[in-house]
Antibody, heavy 121, light 107 residues
Framework: QEQLVESGGDVVQPGRSLRVSCAAS????????MHWVRQAPGKGLEWVAYISFDGRNTFVPDSMVGRFSVSRDNSKDTVYLQMTNLRHEDTAFYFCARDASGASFWYFDLWGRGTLVTVSS | DIVMTQSPVSLSVSPGERVTLSCKTSQSASGRIAWYQQKAGQAPRLLIYAASSRATGVPARFSGSGSGTDFSLTISSLQSEDFAVYYCQHHERWPLTFGGGTRVEVK
């Protein structure tokens, strides 16, 4: 069964850092690009990060450059999102999502259930 | 950035009715539009990609259409399990962006 399971969400103070993880199972993780998408409570979806199947290429929105970074360890079937200098507006559920292809189609055919990051003093 | 505008924000529908949801893009996305369904407390589920291709396992009552900057998702006969929020997303270039969503509620 193909599955993505996020972990690491927590309550953190503004300005602090946090790394969330996503463990994959049931498919050839190293063959797929991966993404992070977030959703503030009661709000819509916002794409946060992309990493290619081999980790060589990454993208984040301009608004998050310098604060958010993405990495992966294909030996552990895990993708990570490192968040620094967190702000109140970063409070959200963070979903990892599989790209529909290793060639990077940029839409998402498998999602995790999300992990909640709360930024609060 | 490509701005995605969905309408209506919400609608109330009776089971069995036909529903059409709209998604307009601020510039051409070359038909690279995906649609997702999200139920309360769950992750989104891919329904449609490339404007009109159904994802694996998606019932035939879901169809996508459109071109240029105007796209739509149609549910031919709404079932009880279809009450949810629907999002469109372009997959044309960075940054990837989503519409604000349309909530389909029971009338």
């Amino acid at each position: 069964q193909e599955q993505l399971v996020e972990s690491g969400g927590d309550v953190v103070q503004p300005g602090r850092s946090l790394r969330v993880s996503c463990a994959a199972s049931g498919f050839s993780f190293g063959a797929y690009a991966m993404h992070w998408v977030r959703q503030a409570p009661g709000k819509g979806l916002e794409w946060v990060a992309y990493i290619s199947f081999d980790g060589r290429n990454t993208f984040v929105p301009d608004s998050m450059v310098g604060r958010f970074s993405v990495s992966r360890d294909n030996s552990k079937d895990t993708v990570y999102l490192q968040m620094t200098n967190l702000r109140h507006e970063d409070t959200a559920f963070y979903f990892c999502a599989r790209d529909a292809s290793g060639a990077s189609f940029w839409y998402f055919d498998l999602w995790g259930r999300g992990t909640l990051v709360t930024v609060s003093s | 950035d490509i701005v995605m505008t969905q309408s209506p924000v919400s609608l109330s529908v009776s089971p069995g009715e036909r529903v059409t949801l709209s998604c307009k893009t601020s510039q051409s996305a070359s038909g690279r539009i995906a649609w997702y369904q999200q139920k309360a407390g769950q992750a989104p589920r891919l329904l449609i990609y490339a404007a009109s291709s159904r994802a694996t396992g998606v019932p035939a009552r879901f169809s996508g259409s459109g071109s240029g900057t105007d796209f739509s998702l149609t549910i031919s006969s709404l079932q009880s399990e279809d009450f949810a929020v629907y999002y469109c997303q372009h997959h044309e270039r960075w940054p990837l962006t989503f519409g604000g969503g349309t909530r389909v509620e029971v009338k």
